[in-house]
C-alpha cells in the first residue's frame, strides 16, 4: 500500500474521525501503550474511532466538514465510562479498554458519521474502544490485558474531531466539532 505521501500526490489524504480521549487519561494511556511495546504509541492518540482510516479526495474535504458539522449539531454532550480490557484476539492482535457507558451514543454518532461524504462499509461491526495495544508480540498482548483490567475512566463528550495521517506516519487533529443540541 502506497504511504500518505503518495496518496497526497495523487490528490487524496487520510482521515478518520475520532472522539479524542482527554488528558489526564490520554497521557496515560500513551505511556502505557509506549510501555507494550506498540510501535504506534506515539502516532496514535487515544481516542475512539467514529471513521477508520479513509482515502479522502483533497476537493472532498469542504463536503466532508459541512457534514461533520451538521452531525454535530445534533447531538449533545454525554458522559463516557472507560473500564477493564478486552481484546480483539484471535481476529485481530488488539488488546483496548472497554467503552462500558456512551456505547450506544458511540454508534449513533459513528452512524450518522459514515453518511454522506463518508459512507463506506466497515471490515468489522462497529464496537467502540480505545486500543492499547496492538500487533506486539502475544506476551505484550496478555500484559497490557492483564495491568489495565482495572483501569477506569470517565468523561464528557463535547464533540469529536476530523484527524488526517501525516507523511510523518502521525495523526493529528485537524479540526474539532463540538456538539451544539440541547
Known amino acids: 500500500m502506497d504511504g500518505p505521501g503518495a496518496a497526497e500526490r495523487a490528490g487524496t489524504r487520510t ?95 459513528q452512524a450518522q458519521v459514515r453518511r454522506g461524504p463518508l459512507s463506506r462499509e466497515l471490515s468489522f461491526p462497529y464496537h467502540p474502544h480505545v486500543t492499547v495495544a496492538h500487533d506486539v508480540p502475544e506476551r505484550s498482548l496478555d500484559r497490557a490485558e492483564l495491568v489495565l483490567r482495572d483501569w477506569e475512566a470517565t468523561f464528557t463528550v463535547k464533540g469529536f474531531s476530523l484527524y488526517e495521517h501525516g507523511a510523518d506516519g502521525v495523526w493529528r487533529p485537524r479540526e474539532d466539532f463540538g456538539f451544539t443540541a440541547p
Open 15 to 109: 482521515i478518520g474521525v475520532s472522539i479524542p480521549v482527554p488528558d489526564p487519561y490520554a497521557e496515560q494511556l500513551t505511556a502505557w501503550r509506549a510501555d507494550f511495546g506498540d510501535p504506534l504509541a506515539h502516532a496514535v492518540p487515544p481516542h475512539i474511532t467514529l471513521l477508520p482510516p479513509s482515502e479522502l479526495r483533497a476537493d472532498a474535504l469542504v463536503a466532508v466538514r459541512r457534514h461533520l458539522g451538521r452531525t454535530a449539531a445534533l447531538h449533545a454532550p454525554f458522559e463516557v465510562h472507560l473500564r477493564g480490557t478486552a481484546t480483539f484476539r484471535p481476529v485481530s492482535p488488539v488488546v483496548f479498554v472497554q467503552v462500558t457507558r456512551g456505547i450506544s451514543e458511540c454508534e449513533l454518532l
